[in-house]
């Protein structure tokens, strides 16, 4: 069983940062890419951005320049750095793992932690 936990989410005003981060732990072998998704009222999910093993990204086009994913391979461990925050950030933020076990690869998700940027 693999676990995700996130942290970092909260309130910011526009203009403003924040830092996510996801822990990844439990039967892990390794993991292959890691990455974030976001979903706002209403709206589907639709991914933020992405990092592979070897530290190659991968950006939706609203945030870039803006946000920075980043890694610590040691710590099975993903970043999000928000910077110069919008309103239209504001929803809940999902990060993902690809684990390889023994086994298989699989996915697995965080629980979600909410941005809300607002003045």
């Known amino acids: 069983q693999v676990q995700l936990v996130e942290s970092g989410g909260g309130l910011v005003q526009p203009g403003g940062s924040l830092r996510l981060s996801c822990a990844a732990s439990?039967?892990?072998?390794?993991?292959?890419?890691m990455g974030w998704y976001r979903q706002a009222p209403g709206n589907q999910r639709e991914l933020v951005a992405v990092i592979t093993s070897r530290g190659t990204t991968n950006y939706a086009d609203s945030v870039k320049g803006r946000f920075t994913i980043s890694r610590d391979n040691a710590k099975n461990t993903v970043f999000l750095e928000m910077n110069s925050l919008k309103p239209e950030d504001t929803a809940v933020y999902y990060c993902y793992a690809d684990v390889k076990n023994m086994a298989d690869i699989r996915r697995y998700w965080g629980q979600g932690t909410q941005v809300t940027v607002s003045s």
């Open positions: 439990g039967s892990i072998f390794s993991i292959n890419t």
